[in-house]
């Protein structure tokens, strides 16, 4: 296996399959000439032409409605929004076009695209630049949302959003781009609505996505200082949701906490912990909490916006009003 | 907005059949077709009051020269999108008014299965690619579509239909653009029925003349008479011969007149009885069967064949949509993801 970054492991899930399917083309701002916001479609126009390759203006709704009136003609669209927080200006192309054309039209239709994008707080770019709204689409019905964590997780996953016949949103997260982590050179596909067990445990279940699967881990490690064995599931897919694998991990550790990077109300972890009670419940030991996002806008100042965000020390006290620790 | 106000701005030709490339039986067909949309809307009114079509029902009557118009000048693999006004479209790109009835009554026969109702008509068969009903959505999926016409080198070319209410929207403007950009094979139909909603054009656009907003993008267009099917099928035949060789999209103003109210739902207080009989005095179908009549093109025996042979095509599709069933309760699960996905893909838990 090779190393590489989360974002060479994307790049890598495109090129494979753009070379093995020409109806997949990629699209979005900033795409060919300048390689992507963040690099991620760096030098794909060398390798496939502006053909494939394609700049757009800066327009969300159009961008997502192109893609999926594409798709609908049976091209394999991978569209990129430079951040989640523009996919509010193609929120209707996303909810009312791309997830209902299947449903609506009985069958007639369908989406079969990826919507590559990018979620997150962390880089000082205050209120309307640092959100996530994973919860927010996951509400809907015909879309996938998928967060992966780790290189290994981007390259299976966008390999079977680029393979399912609907459409994905695949939100990654910008400050991940530079992870390492061993990476198989073959074409591999993650099952979509997967958690991973990124780490083995029986004492409490840490259940986190995206960023803040590091901060799970981070914060397992240091259980482990003090004799306390974490197992951490890393959701992966948001919609739809394991249930599977989350609530075999809670039967075993019988408590368990949600590390959210969004914020608290009518959330992911919410959810999570709805799940739970419905098909636990007599094997917890103390109610599901959540660590999450202080519910404000993210402001500029980096003192803040860290005071908003979770973080593994919110993580250790909240272990110890559960009395973890 | 005065009859003589708009249509004076419309260099509107006398309905002149000289050098058509029709024949007369296409002609007596578009004058059929023109026939069963207008009985299929007076059908559907008629069944809405009784009780057995509901939902938003907006129906097509007065503006029946357009669709035929426009869509006897394309081929058959040519596509077609529309808006929520969606019935004359579906009828004349070749949809079974049976399949389209059943589906305002709600019946499993019907052409999405009871899935969309009267907006969202969908037929895959007949290139009709569906009913939009949030405004300007379907203009981006309309050059998204075109696109993948010219990104496999096909000639096939797509025709977007939207109202005079939805070029104010941020839709119009990104996908025209788009369109001009990329050169996507598409040729936007825009029907000014002069009401957005309930809303005159005059009052909703800072200009009225619709068709000129292209220009901002580059884009050739022209303002024409909605009300004359021969017109309309002339002006969208040489407007498609230039988007199918390739000289990108183009834009077209109709200019027409809905006889009823924007839904089954509005009252028309916005507006004066003598408007909408203003536009009733030079009905599309009406003049353009004295045209052919005079012309030697129809004869009043075969006239009243095509009125009867339109009646029953649309009393049929009534008794069969009656004596269709409804879907099965379980269908609401169904279509929602794509049902052949494999767990190597897709695990649900």
Redesign the interface.
Known sequence: MAEMTYREALRQALIEAMEEDEDIFVMGEDVNKYGGSYGVTKDLADLFGDRRVRDTPIAEAGIIGVATGAAMAGLRPVAELMTINFALVAADSIINSAAKVRSMFAGQSSAPMVIRTVGGAGAQLAATHSQNFEAMFSHIPGLYVMMPAVPYDCKGLLRSAILVNDPVLFIEHAKLYNLRGEVPEEPYTIPIGRADVKRQGKDVTLLAYSAMVHVALDVAEKLADRGVDAEVVDLRSIRPLDTETIVRSVKKTNRAVVVEESWRSFGVGAEVATRVQEEAFEWLDAPVHRVSSEEVPFAYSKVLEQAALPSADKVMEQLREMRIL | MTIEGVMEQVQSREMSLDGLDLDQETLHEMLYTMRVIRDFEDAAAEWYARGQIAGFLHLYTGEEAVAVGAISALRPDDKLMSHYRDHGHAIAKGSDPQLLMAELFGKKTGI??G??GSM?F???EAGM??G?A?IG?????????????Q?RGEDWIMVCILGDGATNI??FH??L??AG??DTPVLFLVENNLYGMGTAVDRASAITEIHRKADAYGMPNKRIDGMNVIEMHREVRDAVAQVRAGEGPQLLEALTFRYRGHSMADPELYRDKEETEGWRQRDAIENFEQVLLSQDMLTQDEADDIRRQAQQTVDEAVEFARDSEYPPEEDIY?????E??G???????
């Open positions: 999405v299965q899935r969309g969202h969908y037929d895959t690619l569906g939009y949030i959505q379907h203009l981006p999926l309309a050059v998204g579509y075109a696109f993948a016409s990104y941020g839709y990104e996908a653009n788009f950009l990329w169904a279509d929602i993801y794509d052949d996905t767990d190597e893909l897709v695990v649900w838990t």
